[in-house]
């Protein structure tokens, strides 16, 4: 190309036009024919340093876009037709020239058309390269192709998908193979990952999955990622970025690795059986080694000295423990105030009663939040269905009152207000299965004492004994409430109250039988 700056620079020196063509390996009328249009458009030195020597040219010599009068195709419409199935550029060519004929214009030859496609396509998949900096970044992804296990008992193949994760500067690479894609293989993936490599970066660019990505809270301007997976960032202390959707580019050393990790780690080991997930994983850490200490091709290097040498000074270091899996679920507070989890049950403070709350559970705790704030924690229970997790300071303070009291409490009470309370009481205890049965009632024992007086509680017991060895709790009721309403009547009441307590069947008429009425 034309050295146009270098021209008029010669010239601001005062060069004349036969040193400056010598200088620039150009004819004098070319020189000549810069000077002259340089003058005509009032350009001369110095020069923006924007002013390269092809937008010099552009400038001074721009090119006529109007020689041709054929029409240009709509290149848009173009990259959006050859997305569809079934549509290739020899149909959108004749669609092109059919319209070109209706507008009596000049279409372009087939081979013109495809040229222009082509550099279009080109413009659009212009990429930026970015420069990582050693112990930055870490990119994640499913490898395409999955393993397989033999059952080997019943022949059956099992698939087993395989974890990538390298390291963006020297590309070092983890891999390791699990049953599934699930969440908690996802975690587990990355835990081991950054025990494998020794410490974490600031930033890990992970694929757009389900397992990584809430897609319902997610928009195009904001990815909102799983609860649990944005816990294990917080735990890590880093950033998690996803790579869009159906873009490769946005993570190029995962993707690169991934197809590298396919032919020397997943295809060398095509011909291979394994009879366990265990088995798999201890080949594919043999080849793993060998794959990050085998040289670059054009670097005098490995993956493994690269990563030694300048990457792994510069992880930060791991926290003090792993992140613990935990999953996360919904749940409504019970009458009880407790909630249920698999079967076993925790409470939480009695004031959110019928709410819903969002509970945290790992191997070791429950964790129970109300609006983002936790309201309880438990150790998690395990063992047999049905086990209880109760804190004192959830229940109401009447319940609270009630946890205060056992069995022998009840009889030193009992044995403060009378010697017949406290025979009253110990056949209460003593008439369930097991004493906790009975508390109820000795708590109304209590009330009773309060509302009408232990004197009066006393004499109502000793009059009850006379008519039953072991009176219930609403006997006592009964003849205190006759002795407030008539003092005289107790006997009566008493008498009343035994003959309702006595165990009877029910009773059926003659008629019920099919007899006659008497």
């Given amino acids: 190309m034309t050295k146009y700056r270098e021209i008029l620079r010669l010239q601001s020196l005062g060069f004349s ?5 010598q200088s620039c390996g150009v004819s004098r009328n070319t020189v000549a024919k810069v000077l002259k249009k340089a003058a005509e458009i009032n350009i001369s030195w110095p020069l923006d340093f924007d002013m390269t020597d092809s937008a ?88 395409g192709d999955p393993a397989h296990i033999i059952d080997p008992d019943t022949g059956e193949i099992t698939e087993a998908w395989i974890f990538v994760g390298v390291l963006t500067y020297s590309q070092y690479a983890f ?39 809430n897609h319902e809270k997610s928009d195009w301007h904001t990815t909102s990622l799983n609860t649990t997976y944005h816990e294990m960032a917080e735990h890590y202390n880093l950033a998690i970025i996803p790579a869009r959707v159906r873009k490769p580019k946005d993570k190029p050393n995962v993707e690169g690795s991934v197809g590298k990790i396919s032919t020397w780690i997943t295809a060398a080991l095509r011909n291979e059986q394994f009879f366990s997930l265990a088995e798999l994983n201890d080949s594919i850490r043999e080849k793993l080694n060998a794959y990050n200490a085998r040289k670059f091709q054009k670097k005098e290097c490995s993956r493994l000295s690269l990563f030694l040498g300048e990457e792994m000074p510069l992880l930060a270091p791991l926290p003090a423990t792993p992140f613990e899996l935990a999953e996360w679920k919904q749940a409504t507070v019970q009458f009880n105030y407790h909630i249920a989890v698999d079967k076993m049950y925790y409470s939480v403070p009695y004031q959110y009663i019928k709410n819903k709350v969002d509970v945290r559970i790992t191997d070791t705790t429950v964790e129970i939040f109300y609006n983002h704030n936790r309201i309880a924690s438990h150790r998690r229970l395990h063992g047999r269905s049905g086990q209880y997790s109760t804190v004192t300071e959830h229940m109401p303070q ?26 009253v009481v110990d056949a209460i205890l003593t008439s369930g299965r097991v004493e906790q049965q009975s508390y109820r009632s000795c708590m109304g024992l209590l009330k009773l004492a309060e509302k009408y007086s232990p004197e ?18 609403k006997s006592i009721k009964n003849l205190l409430a006759a002795m407030k309403d008539s003092p005289d009547d107790i006997s ?8 309702i307590e006595k165990p009877h069947g029910i009773t059926r008429g003659a008629r019920y039988y099919g007899g006659k009425r008497s």
Avoid at 17 to 21: G, K, M, T
Avoid at 120 to 141: F, L, N, S, W, Y
Wanted: proline share 3%; aromatic share 12%.
């Fill in 56 to 143: 010099f040219e552009e400038l001074m010599f721009p090119k006529d876009k109007s020689a041709t009068n054929k029409r240009m195709p709509d290149f848009n419409y173009i990259r959006k037709e050859l997305l569809r199935n079934g549509v290739n550029k020899k149909l959108l060519w004749v669609e092109y020239c059919e319209e070109c004929r209706m507008s009596n214009e000049e279409p372009l030859m087939y081979s013109q058309f495809c040229y222009y496609i082509q550099k279009d396509e080109e413009k659009h998949r212009a990429t930026m390269h970015i420069q990582r900096k050693p112990g930055e970044q870490i990119e994640v992804d499913w490898a």
């Fill in 398 to 423: 009447e319940h609270q009152k009630y946890l205060e009291w056992s069995g022998d409490r009840f009889r030193k009470w009992a044995d403060s207000i009378g010697i017949n309370t406290s025979k």
């Fill in 492 to 499: 009566n009441a008493s008498k009343e109250s035994q003959t």
């Fill in 17 to 21: 036009e036969r040193n400056i063509a």
């Fill in 456 to 473: 009066k509680l006393e004499q109502v017991c000793t009059k009850a004994l006379s008519y039953s060895a072991k009176p219930s709790y």
């Fill in 175 to 213: 891999v390791k193979a699990y049953m599934n894609e699930k969440t908690s293989n996802w975690i587990k993936a990355h835990i081991q990952m950054f025990d494998f490599f020794g410490g974490v970066t600031p930033m890990l660019v992970s694929d757009n999955c389900t397992t990584a990505v």
